[in-house]
């Protein structure tokens, strides 16, 4: 998917995506647009798809920034789970003059939109809770920058009640740049973790710095895999990159040398579908061969 010059929010930038197969059977993405230069305003699109890859775009947003205080300089980077009350919840990041905090909605139809509210009053993004209860409990991966954190909670209306905050895996314990030999300056999740029958599948991404201003930042996705029964247990590393930025698109855009990812989805078969953005300003697909993730299966 690449920007509309002709539509008025979404001819600067389309990217970072949540995607998810609906009741329906019909592949459901939420995509973050920027109009401005400076990526500084977004509001979020939706698209369907029959396969997950040709993709209908839908002429408005349906998440709007200013739908409420905590979102009036934007609505960024969507993850979707569908959780056990039969909605469809979506994780943001929201955007004011106080910070960027984690914003959940809830949606039934991907028309109309509920605020639930934000977990923490304190800077925090890339979230997503684990896509049923454990133990109980409803647990939510989010970064708090520079490392990835676990909270969790027993209301399982995930309105109140997150607690046992603690770092899950801290930055240094993933890879180092195959350029420079850099360690991450952060991490964070990319998709919702998905349930395999060796453990829970987490794509992750790492921001490496290759000097001294941030356009010499490159963003790339890996993954670790966590314990089914306690997620707070990491199981597995992957050592090295799986997405490393080199096709044009994802060198060269309004913010160069970045793959950022919200959204991998099962749609059963032999492979996973992941989605992410190509220099924050692209919507690119691929997929994951199982196969290749002896770890996982």
């Not at 997950?52 to 739908?67: E, R």
């Not at 914003?103 to 925090?124: A, L, S």
């Not at 133990?135 to 954190?149: C, D, E, S, V």
């Not at 994802?250 to 190509?278: K, Q, T």
């Amino acid at each position: 998917m690449q920007p509309n010059p002709n539509s008025i929010w979404m001819n600067k930038n389309v990217f970072n995506c949540g995607v998810i197969i609906d009741d329906d059977g019909l592949y459901k993405m939420l995509f973050r647009a920027a109009w401005t230069e400076d990526q500084s305003m977004s509001d979020c699109g939706l698209a369907l798809s029959i396969e997950g890859t040709k993709w209908y775009v839908l002429d408005k947003p349906v998440l709007k920034c200013g739908m409420n205080d905590h979102c009036t300089r934007g609505i960024e980077d969507p993850r979707i789970v569908k959780w056990i009350d039969g909605w469809k919840y979506i994780f943001t990041t929201a955007c004011s003059p106080a910070g960027c905090r984690v914003g959940i909605w809830r949606t039934k139809n991907f028309f109309e939109y509920e605020w639930i509210g934000i977990p923490f009053n304190q800077e925090d993004k890339n979230a997503s809770i684990f896509p049923e209860p454990i133990g109980a409990w409803a647990y939510l991966l989010h970064r708090k920058a520079p490392h990835i954190w676990i909270s969790r909670t027993k209301d399982l209306t995930l309105r109140s009640g997150w607690q046992d905050s603690q770092i899950l895996v801290e930055k240094d314990e993933f890879y180092r740049s195959p350029n420079t030999e850099n360690l991450p300056a952060k991490i964070g999740i990319a998709g919702p973790p998905v349930k395999t029958p060796k453990g829970w599948l987490v794509i992750i991404h790492a921001i490496h710095d290759q000097g001294e201003n941030m356009f010499n930042r490159v963003y790339s996705l890996g993954f670790m895999v966590l314990n089914l029964n306690n997620p707070v247990k990491v199981e597995y590393i992957y050592p090295s990159p799986i997405l490393w930025p080199t096709e044009k698109y994802e060198i060269i855009g309004a913010v160069p040398v970045v793959c950022f990812s919200n959204a991998v989805v099962d749609p059963g078969g032999d492979s996973l579908y992941i989605y992410w953005g190509g220099a924050d300003t692209v919507i690119c697909g691929g997929r994951l061969m199982k196969k290749d993730l002896p770890m996982c299966y």
